[in-house]
């Protein structure tokens, strides 16, 4: 069994084909959301099977899942881990266990139109709890150098151009 | 059956409450990740069952559910569509169908130690697609709303305050 059960190899391989060829490093991801009414939807990844998103009865949802805030604080969790095993991995440290508590606070009056400004998180918190019998300076250094590298915590820290367009073909479908 | 299937009862009753005191627009999210080995680990929010997370082969992981970044897609997906349905069903506007699909772009160069800089999307494209007998106008001026106010979407398009970090009683633990 591998440290932290990690295929380094596979990793390594990667790391080694980005060397010789840099534009192998240039990847593109995807996620298809259809609406099923309400304040639901379902995510599609992939092969994997849809992904229920709902919201809290308070804001005019069901209540059957996770609403979207949630889900982003998840990723950035689940992002993070990710970082710490494979860069414990690659140091050699073991751990014997992470979690990772996530919380942000969020302010309604913009999603709700009684305000202009920003409608996101204020700030996102991450509290981090490793089991390891590495030194505390190793687990720092991993600390650091996960939230140096990771691709969800960087998304999120810094103002990524996003582009929201409707598909020309259904405005032109909405005029017939 | 209300328009869209959305309870504009309660998301009414909530701005009512916020016009009459808007410290009740102050909201906290929460996640916890739990890492269960190797590139694998599960998102608990409330008390939804847990949600996996992994990565695929290519990049080390086990390939068993999407992984983080195409999980922020999700969310930002899901965000929209609560925006589309919410305000959709305020201007009276029935919704036949809406999907979105999102894609984006991520230089793998930095979350594997090969260079430092922005480990995150480049950028992130979401297409819209609406069915509904409503006016092309009409149909415009709802994507321009929603762009506006999207909590997930202003959290991405925006530099956002992100605070990881290490628990204190884990760190005395890993001395011990």
Redesign the interface.
Known sequence: MPI?????E??VG??GA??ED?SR???????????T???R?E?R??D?GP?P?D?P??????DT???????????????????????AS?AGLE?K??????????????????A?G???????????????????EA??AL?E?V?????????????????????T???T???A
Request: charged content about 15%.
């Open positions: 932290n059960n990690v295929d380094l596979s990793v990667l790391v980005i060397q840099p490093a240039s990847t593109t991801w995807s996620a298809a959301v259809s609406w009414g309400g304040f939807s995510v990844i992939r994997f992904i998103s919201e009865a308070g804001l005019g949802g069901t899942a996770p609403n979207p805030v949630e889900q982003l604080l998840g990723a950035l969790g689940n992002c993070l881990a990710v970082g710490y095993a494979a860069n690659v751990l266990s992470l979690e990772i508590e996530l919380s942000g606070d969020l302010d309604l009056h913009t999603f709700l139109g009684l202009n920003h409608a996101g998180f204020r700030s996102i918190q991450a509290r981090v709890s490793i089991e390891s019998d590495a030194s505390p687990i720092e600390h150098k939230t140096a590298t990771s691709p969800v915590g960087h998304t999120l820290g810094r103002a990524i151009p996003l582009v929201i367009d409707l598909a073909d259904q405005r479908e909405a005029v």
